[in-house]
């Protein structure tokens, strides 16, 4: 007989997910308001093009810090349970 594997725990929630969307936009709405004066040009459409891609880079990252933040918290939380 096969023996049947445990099953896994999903980690991820749709209340989470919304989370993570949520904080991702407001981080996003936030970084084009702070880049977009600084972009070097007097044309809108080059403004908004650069000041859109910046804060994509920068939100990415954010995204990947939220998610190595919620792995980390969970590894901390089961290591003090004990597990």
């Known amino acids: 007989m096969a023996q049947q ?4 725990q999903k980690f991820t929630t749709p209340g989470s997910l919304a989370v993570d ?3 991702t936009l407001g981080c996003f709405a936030f970084l ?3 880049v977009s004066p ?3 040009s007097n044309d809108k459409a080059m403004i908004v093009l650069w000041s859109v891609l910046t804060s994509a880079c920068m939100t990415g990252t954010f995204w990947l810090c939220v998610q190595m933040f919620r792995v980390v918290l969970r590894a901390q ?3 003090k349970r004990g597990r």
């Not at 594997?5 to 896994?8: D, F, V």
Request: glycine residues 0%.
């Open 5 to 8: 594997e445990p099953q896994e």
């Open 21 to 23: 969307a949520v904080l």
């Open 32 to 34: 084009y308001n702070v």
């Open 38 to 40: 600084h972009v070097p």
């Open 77 to 79: 939380r089961e290591a």
